[in-house]
Every structure is written in C-alpha cells, then in structure tokens.
C-alpha cells in the first residue's frame, strides 16, 4: 500500500461554536494552521512508516543497528502522540470563547514548540548515529535499492509534495547530491523521468 496526504487547504474541522465575532477571527486561522498540521503529520508519518518497515530492518539484517533502531521506532510511536493531542488542542481552539481564547492559544503554541523540538532532535541523532552505518554497511547498489524500495511504498503524491518543501531547505551543492541519488535509484523509470523534468524546470 502507499501513503496519501491531505493538502494544507483542504483538512476538514468540525462545525464552530464560537460567538459569530470570534467566529470570524478563528475559521481562517485555524483551517491554515490545522491543515498545515495535517500536511506535516502525512509527511512524518512517510518518514517513520520508510524507517520502521524499511531502513531498521535492513540494519538489524546486518547487525548494523546495536538495537538503536528500537529507540527510534518507540520515538516514532511518541511523537504519533504529540501529533494526536496537537491536533485535538488545534480543534478545540475551533471552539473558544472570548474567556478562554488566551490559554487556548497559549497551549497549542508551546505544542507546536514541544513537536518541532522534538522532531529537531530525532532527525539530529538520525543523522549522527543511523545514517552513518549506511556508509559502512550497505554498498552503494544496496544504498540505492533501499532508496527504491521507499520511493515505491511512499507514493507518488507523497513524493511530489514531499521534494519541493525538502529541497527548498538544503543548499544548491545537497539539493544536487540528492537527486543525484534519486535519480541512480529510479534509473529508466516514470519516476526518473519526472525527476529530469523537475530539474529541468528548477
């Protein structure tokens, strides 16, 4: 099966409570924010799901890991949580009075911080401690099949949404390595060949 997402506009929220006033401030805001939480909840949950039935398992087969991979995989499964009580707080925020509004907000700003810290400090430890048994394990042809294994349970709509917000965020020097490698992984596929056209066009 592969993964789908639900873009940043289109995330549902329940009907609102709130006096027609506070109404009109909190719809906008909260469908952004609620959909652009939606939106990063698919795109790590792409991540975990490829690192939980995919790059652990290749480690643990070449007793690469040292059992590291089990911390990770219980990471994942509590920052599922954080996603979980973020998004009941972001709708309940739906539904605030002018009484309760502050704390309201007040709450779902230090979760937002509590997640993206989170989140800052698994991807860190990944990169010092996983990534670098790659190199020292897996062959370069090993590299790029596992690359292609992920490419193909990920999906297409993952991926397209996916490139674009990553590559945005690394330099001109990384943003080639990585396709680079996409592409060796790909080779003489559908995939491939939208990736020459991405790069074309970027």
């Known amino acids: 099966p592969t993964l789908t997402l639900t873009p ?15 109404k009109k401030l909190l719809v906008p805001v909260v469908k952004q924010l609620h959909g652009r939480l939606t939106f990063l909840h698919g795109i790590y949950r792409a991540h975990s799901i490829a690192e939980d039935e995919i790059v652990f398992p290749a480690l643990e087969a070449k007793q690469a890991s040292r059992n590291i991979s089990h911390a990770y995989t ?27 509004v502050r704390d309201k907000v007040g709450k779902a700003r230090r979760m937002c911080a509590g997640i993206r810290a989170s989140l800052e400090t698994h ?24 690359v ?18 990553v590559t945005g965020a690394v330099s001109e020097e990384e943003k080639t390595a990585m396709m680079d490698s996409l592409r060796a992984a790909t080779r003489n596929t559908m995939f491939d060949r ?9």
């Open 8 to 22: 940043p506009t289109t995330a549902t929220l329940p009907p609102c409570s709130s006096t027609s006033r506070l």
């Open 74 to 100: 219980l990471d994942h499964r509590q920052e599922e949580e954080l996603f979980a009580e973020l998004d009941a707080v972001v709708i309940d925020l739906y539904n605030s009075t002018p009484q309760n």
């Open 123 to 146: 991807v860190r430890s990944e990169e010092r401690e996983l990534w670098p048994l790659f190199s020292e394990h897996f062959a370069t042809a090993e590299q790029q099949h596992l």
């Open 148 to 165: 292609g294994v992920i490419i193909g349970r990920t999906g297409a709509q993952v991926l397209q949404a996916m490139l674009p917000w």
């Open 194 to 202: 939208w990736l020459e056209a991405v790069q074309e066009g970027g």
